[in-house]
């Protein structure tokens, strides 16, 4: 199955409950800005929940999404078929790794984009344990720390024109999904495959998986000193060395 037959799946996912007030605000902040989910949200969440927490926060972050990968590639892509969702009512955190696996076997980025736009989500929705981890194949690549400081601010870096164009598509999935820049829209055009353009918008939906654990407070990093390295084999596992 494809990524994107995945995410047709994960856009399926029956929407979650708002109907408690205290799901509703942990549901409105995570899509806001889940970096400041504080723990009197994160508190009632749970007395709300119960043990369907995790269950109901990944159905939040199918809501949260999915539509924003569709309104990126709508303005970007006008004429690509993003597959309409489907119906899912198993288990959804199986259909979550599934489909993180497929989008991990993409590979028309080469892996220093992709790891630049991995980190950039890891800044700005401040996952601890995201923003401790560097990628083994894009420091092969040629990836080094000027290279990784550099998304921070990437529109004024020596970043080459399609890391940027590819920087930028981040930058809107997270902060102005209905709303891209025109000049956006215009240096994804030029500067990056309609195949790559799709590989970047799953890649940072596949990365933004991290608000689950940002908005439940399990994001805390498993390194004090330093970073520790990843990489990504072929069938789309990640092993950390």
Known sequence: MSALARFADVAGLPEPDLS????????????????????????????????????????????????RVRSVLGAVL?????????????????????????????HDLDPVITELVRLRGARLHDCAVCKSR???DAIDAGADDTSFAAVDEWSV????APTQAALALTD?????????????VRTARDQ???????????DVMRNAANKIAVALGADAATVTDGVELFTTDADGALTVL
Do not use: C, K
């Not at 006008?78 to 993409?106: C, H, K, N, Q």
């Open 134 to 136: 560097r990628s083994r």
């Open 172 to 184: 809107a999935l997270i902060l102005t999904p209905y709303d891209v820049p025109v000049a956006t």
């Open 157 to 160: 870096s020596e970043l080459d």
């Open 78 to 106: 006008p004429e690509f078929a993003v597959p309409d969702p489907t119906s899912f009512g198993g288990d959804s955190w199986t259909l979550l790794e599934a489909f993180m696996v497929e989008v991990a076997r993409l």
């Open 20 to 67: 408690e007030p205290a799901v509703r605000e942990f549901a409105n902040q995570f899509a806001l800005d889940v970096s400041s989910v504080d723990g009197a949200q994160r508190a009632a969440f749970f007395a709300a929940t119960g043990d369907q927490a995790f269950a109901v926060v990944q159905r939040i972050y199918a809501h949260d999404f999915a539509p």
């Open 192 to 202: 990056l495959s309609e195949d790559q353009v799709v590989e970047v918008v799953l």
